[in-house]
């Protein structure tokens, strides 16, 4: 009686060709998950410019939420109202409904202080007199001709506020312009942080 050996490879073929589909199924799936992700619910943006030095250098990479609540203070990502097709990274600082005054670098929101801490950096390199923003009401900027910021609108400026293109410019952004808040800066790797 001979003993007869099995050599096992229609099953190894079997079992790599398995192997290989399941693993083409599952990147192929991984893949739509994440351009799901960043299509619906995240943004990935470069930070392009100096308009928000000194929180963020130009060729920061930033991750923002889409549709999220929108508070005072948040750092987010909007479109270009100048500029078709760009996108443009601020800080709000007026909330629907609110006054905004900037009088001898003092931000006043409804009447009463604003504290900006993000602004000590440049504010102290100054030189003495010299207002880092400019004073100016609602009522007097040529874009927003009225004391209030409107419904469903934002007034936003940029951090490095004497070269920011901001509010004062361009007037008030409407809450469908903003394409989400910056949650997380993620480079450079040294700089990460949360929001």
Same mark, same amino acid.
């Given at each position: 009686m001979k003993d007869s050996k099995k050599t096992g490879a229609p099953e190894e073929?079997?079992?790599?060709?398995?192997? +290989?589909?399941? %693993?083409?199924? #599952?990147?192929?799936?991984? *893949?739509?998950?994440?351009? +799901?992700?960043? %299509?619906?619910? #995240?943004?990935?943006?470069? *930070?392009?410019?100096?308009s928000m030095q000194p929180t963020f250098?130009?060729?920061?990479r930033i991750i923002a939420l889409r549709h999220d609540k929108i508070d005072r203070g948040d750092i987010v990502i909007l479109k270009a109202p100048?500029?078709?097709?760009?996108?443009?990274?601020?800080?709000?600082?007026?909330?629907?409904?609110?006054?905004?005054?900037?009088k001898n670098d003092?931000?006043?929101?409804?009447?009463?202080?604003?504290?900006?801490?993000?602004?000590?950096?440049?504010?102290?390199e100054l030189p003495s007199g010299t207002l880092y923003t400019n004073n100016f009401s609602l009522k007097t900027l040529a874009t927003t001709h009225t004391n209030k910021v409107p419904a469903s609108s934002y007034f936003v400026m940029g951090d490095h506020r004497n070269v920011s293109k901001d509010s004062r410019m361009l007037g008030f952004i409407k809450k469908s312009s903003i394409v989400g808040v910056v949650k997380l800066r993620y480079w450079p790797l040294n700089q990460m942080r949360t929001f």
């Open positions: 073929e079997e079992s790599f060709g398995h192997w +290989l589909v399941q %693993t083409i199924g #599952l990147t192929v799936v991984f *893949v739509g998950i994440v351009v +799901l992700l960043f %299509t619906f619910v #995240l943004a990935n943006d470069q *930070v392009s410019g100096p250098e130009s060729g920061d100048d500029e078709p097709g760009a996108l443009y990274i601020k800080r709000v600082i007026g909330m629907p409904g609110d006054t905004v005054q900037s003092v931000m006043y929101i409804n009447g009463k202080k604003y504290p900006q801490p993000f602004l000590k950096t440049y504010e102290s």
